[in-house]
C-alpha cells in the first residue's frame, strides 16, 4: 500500500496534468500555440479590452508636404564625421559603410590625415568635410534639390546614374577609392545541402532555388538601400539579360517574390532575423559581412555590379574645389590609405570584375517602382495603423504622427486595404479596415486629422484590437498579406503588458513595424522582433522621410 504522502503526491501531479491539459486546449499553455488556439486566446484577451467606434469624417486636402524635397529631414540631422576649416573646403556626401563609427570610418581617418597635410590648390589650402548620408537618402537629398553638397561619394555607380538622369550637373572624379563587393550570404549548413542540389551559389542558381521554395532569402530596401537596388538589378538582368524590364523579366520577378519574406528595412533588421534563424541566406556587402562576428558561419558569394565607392563631383562646383577634390581621390588611392582600407575591410574579391550595369538612370527609378509594384505578387496588403495618443503625444509628436501619417499615404497603393485604430487608456476604432479608393483615402485622412492626444497608454490593447481586425479581413480576403504599423512615443503603462500578448502574437504571425517618436525603442523593438518586421527611430524632424520609406518597402 502507498503511505499518505505518495498518494497526496500522485493527487497533486494528477491535478496539475489536468490544469496543464485545460490550459493547453483554451490556448494558454506556455508551448506554441496553433493558429487556432492564439485565436481563441486573442478573444479572450478582448474580453478585458475596452473598444470605441468613432464615426468616420471624411477630408480630401490631403496633404501640404507636395514636394517631395519637403519630407527630407533638415541635413543637419546628419552631422560632419570630419570637418575642414580651409579656405578652399571640399563637403562631401559619404555613404555610412566607409565615414560611419569603428570599423566603418575608414574614409574619416583618409580625411583627417589629409587636412593634417597642409595641401594647397593655388596657394590656397585645402580640406574635406565629410558628412555619412546613406546613398539612397544622399541620392533623394540630390535629385530633389533639397541640398546639394559638393560631391558625393555612393557604394556604387547605380546612384550616380540615377543622379544624372534626374538633370542634376554630375561628374565622375574617380570611379575606385575602395574595393567592395554585395554579395549572397549563405549559412554553411543551408549551403552545403544548396550546393548538393545546385551547385555554385551564382545568382541565377540561388533564385532557382529560391523560386523551387529550397532557399529563404532575405534583402533590403531598393529604395533606400545600395545593396538592395543591386540586388534588384541584377535580379531583373538574370531573368532577361537582353532587356531587364520586359514583360517576362516583370513576370518572373513576381514569381520570385513569392517565395520572399517582407523586405527588411535596414542590414541591421535583416541580420537580426538570420540570426534568430528566420533565414537561410541574405545579401550583403562584403565589407559589412567581414567585419560582423555573428556571421562568420556564412559563406559569402559576390555578385551583382561591384561596389567600389564611386567619388562625383556636383552642380558645377568651382575650379578650386574641383582640384581640392582630385587631390583628395589621388589621395585616398595611395598605399597607406589602400592599407588602411583593408583593415577596414576593403578591397577584398578584387578578382571579382562585377556584373555590368546596362541599365540608364532613369531606366533604373523604373526598375524601383516596378519592384513596388510587383514585391507582393498580386497578393493584396491588409494593414492597420496603431496610432499613440495618449498624454505624452500631445504637442508636436501628435502634429509630426499626423503629418507623416497622411503624407506617407501617398505612397499606398490602391489595390491594398488599410484602416486606423487610435489609442490612450481606450482603443478607438477610427476607421474600419477596406480598400484603399479614393474614397478611403479621404475617409482615412479625415480621421488621422481629428486625432487628439490625452491619456494613459494601452498599446497592447490597441495591438490585440487591430489583429483582431485583420483576422477579420483575412476571414473575407484569404490570400491578403497582414501588417500592422505601430506609431508610439513610449511605453505602456496601460492594459496588457508586452508579455502577455507575445506568444498569442507570434502564433498569428501578423508582423508589427513599429515607428517610435522620439522614444525609448526597446519595447518597440521587442513588439516588432516577434515577427521580424521593422523598428524605426522616427524623430520629429525624419519621420516624414523614414514612414515614406517603410511604406516605399511595405506597402
Not at 565615414?99 to 590648390?121: H, I, K, S, T, Y
Not at 541580420?271 to 560582423?292: C, F, P, T
Request: glycine share 8%.
Amino acid at each position: 500500500m502507498l503511505d499518505k504522502r505518495m498518494t497526496w503526491l500522485l493527487i497533486s501531479l494528477i491535478i496539475l496534468a489536468s490544469a496543464a491539459s485545460a490550459f493547453a486546449g483554451c490556448g494558454l499553455s506556455g508551448g506554441n500555440l496553433s493558429p487556432e488556439q492564439a485565436r481563441e486566446s486573442l478573444d479572450a484577451l478582448l474580453t478585458k479590452v475596452t473598444v470605441r467606434d468613432i464615426p468616420p469624417v471624411m477630408d480630401i486636402s490631403g496633404t501640404d508636404l507636395s514636394d517631395p524635397g519637403a519630407e527630407l529631414p533638415d541635413i543637419w540631422n546628419y552631422p560632419f564625421s570630419v570637418e575642414g576649416y580651409a579656405p578652399i573646403t571640399v563637403e562631401i556626401f559619404a555613404s555610412t559603410e566607409k565615414a560611419g563609427p569603428n570599423m566603418d570610418g575608414w574614409l574619416n581617418e583618409v580625411a583627417e590625415n589629409f587636412n593634417r597635410e597642409g595641401f594647397e590648390v593655388n596657394g590656397r589650402q585645402a580640406a574635406v568635410s565629410i558628412r555619412p548620408v546613406a546613398s539612397g537618402l544622399a541620392t533623394d537629398y540630390i535629385v530633389t534639390k533639397r541640398y546639394i553638397p559638393d560631391a558625393f561619394s555612393p557604394a556604387n555607380e547605380m546612384w550616380g546614374e540615377m543622379i544624372d538622369a534626374s538633370g542634376v550637373r554630375i561628374e565622375l572624379v574617380e570611379k575606385r577609392i575602395a574595393g567592395n563587393t554585395a554579395g549572397i550570404l549563405m549559412k554553411k549548413s543551408a549551403y552545403q545541402t544548396f550546393s548538393e542540389k545546385y551547385g555554385d551559389a551564382s545568382l541565377s542558381h540561388v533564385l532557382e532555388a529560391v523560386m523551387a521554395g529550397d532557399l529563404l532569402l532575405g534583402y533590403t530596401n531598393p529604395y533606400v538601400s545600395s545593396t538592395g537596388l543591386n540586388i534588384l538589378i541584377a535580379v531583373l538582368q538574370t531573368f532577361d539579360p537582353g532587356e531587364p524590364l520586359s514583360a517576362n523579366a516583370v513576370e518572373q520577378l513576381e514569381s520570385f517574390q513569392l517565395q520572399i519574406p517582407p523586405v527588411a528595412y535596414t542590414t541591421a533588421q535583416m541580420r537580426e532575423s538570420a540570426k534568430n534563424g528566420v533565414l537561410d541566406a541574405m545579401i550583403m556587402e562584403y565589407q559589412a559581412y567581414i567585419n560582423e562576428p555573428t556571421l562568420a558561419d556564412y559563406v559569402f558569394t559576390p555578385c551583382g555590379v561591384r561596389h567600389d565607392n564611386p567619388v562625383y563631383a556636383l552642380n558645377d562646383i568651382s575650379r578650386e574645389k574641383r582640384d581640392a577634390l582630385k587631390l583628395f581621390t589621388d589621395y585616398c588611392k595611395e598605399e597607406a590609405a589602400q592599407n588602411a582600407a583593408v583593415r577596414y575591410g576593403f578591397n577584398a574579391h578584387d578578382d571579382f570584375p562585377g556584373d555590368p550595369l546596362i541599365l540608364a538612370g532613369f531606366q533604373l527609378f523604373a526598375a524601383q517602382q516596378i519592384w513596388k509594384e510587383n514585391k507582393d505578387s498580386g497578393r493584396p496588403v491588409a494593414a492597420v495603423f496603431v496610432a499613440d495618443v495618449s498624454g505624452s503625444m500631445e504637442g508636436s509628436p501628435i502634429q509630426e504622427l499626423k503629418t507623416s501619417l497622411v503624407n506617407a499615404s501617398q505612397y499606398i497603393t490602391e489595390t491594398n486595404y488599410v484602416g486606423l485604430i487610435s489609442y490612450s487608456d481606450e482603443v478607438y476604432v477610427n476607421l474600419p479596415i477596406n480598400q484603399f479608393t479614393p474614397q478611403q483615402r479621404a475617409y482615412f485622412n479625415g480621421a488621422v486629422k481629428s486625432l487628439s492626444a490625452g491619456g494613459g497608454t494601452a498599446t497592447y490593447d490597441a495591438v490585440l484590437v487591430g489583429a483582431k481586425l485583420l483576422l477579420e479581413r483575412r476571414d473575407v480576403l484569404p490570400n491578403a498579406k497582414l501588417m500592422m504599423f505601430v506609431l508610439s512615443d513610449g511605453a505602456q503603462n496601460e492594459g496588457y503588458e508586452l508579455g502577455r500578448i507575445i506568444e498569442v502574437m507570434d502564433a498569428l504571425n501578423i508582423p508589427v513595424h513599429t515607428i517610435g517618436y522620439n522614444a525609448d525603442l526597446s519595447e518597440l523593438q521587442q513588439l516588432s522582433n516577434i515577427n521580424e518586421a521593422s523598428s524605426v527611430n522616427a524623430n520629429e524632424s525624419n519621420v516624414v522621410y523614414n514612414l515614406r520609406n517603410v511604406f516605399n518597402a511595405q506597402m
